[in-house]
């Protein structure tokens, strides 16, 4: 079995920073794509960055592009999202997935296992 916990979320203002981990917990963390999705309230999932086997590479979606970033340590099968800027329409439920497959230009990461999400809400 594999699982996956998020933790960090939290309220924060405006223009503020917020600092999302996820712990991966079962085999072969480096064989997964590491991906951030969220789910604001009334509105459908959508994904928000994910990460290559190795943390070499990274993809963001543009609604974050410059403001989100992800990262992985592989030693401790942890992977993080550094949220900067926040704004209001940031406020969601991040979830934290995992993929089987490699990082690929084109394809949006699948949450082959998903995490619990951990909630970030960016007052005005």
């Known amino acids: 079995q594999l699982q996956l916990v998020e933790s960090g979320g939290g309220l924060v203002q405006a223009g503020g920073s917020l600092r999302l981990s996820c712990a991966f917990s079962?085999?072969?963390?480096?064989?997964?794509?590491m991906s951030w999705f969220r789910q604001g309230a009334g509105k459908e999932r959508e994904f928000v960055s994910g990460?290559?086997?190795?943390?070499?590479?990274?993809v963001y979606a543009d609604s974050v592009k410059g403001r989100f970033t992800i990262s992985r340590d592989n030693a401790k099968n942890m992977v993080y999202l550094e949220m900067n800027g926040l704004k209001p329409e940031d406020s969601a439920v991040y979830y934290c997935?995992?993929?089987?497959?490699?990082?690929?230009?084109?394809?949006?990461?699948?949450?082959?296992?998903w995490g619990q999400g951990t909630q970030v809400t960016v007052s005005s």
């Open positions: 079962g085999r072969l963390f480096g064989s997964y794509t």
């Open positions: 997935a995992a993929d089987g497959r490699e990082l690929r230009s084109g394809r949006i990461p699948r949450g082959d296992y």
């Open positions: 990460i290559s086997w190795t943390g070499s590479d990274a």
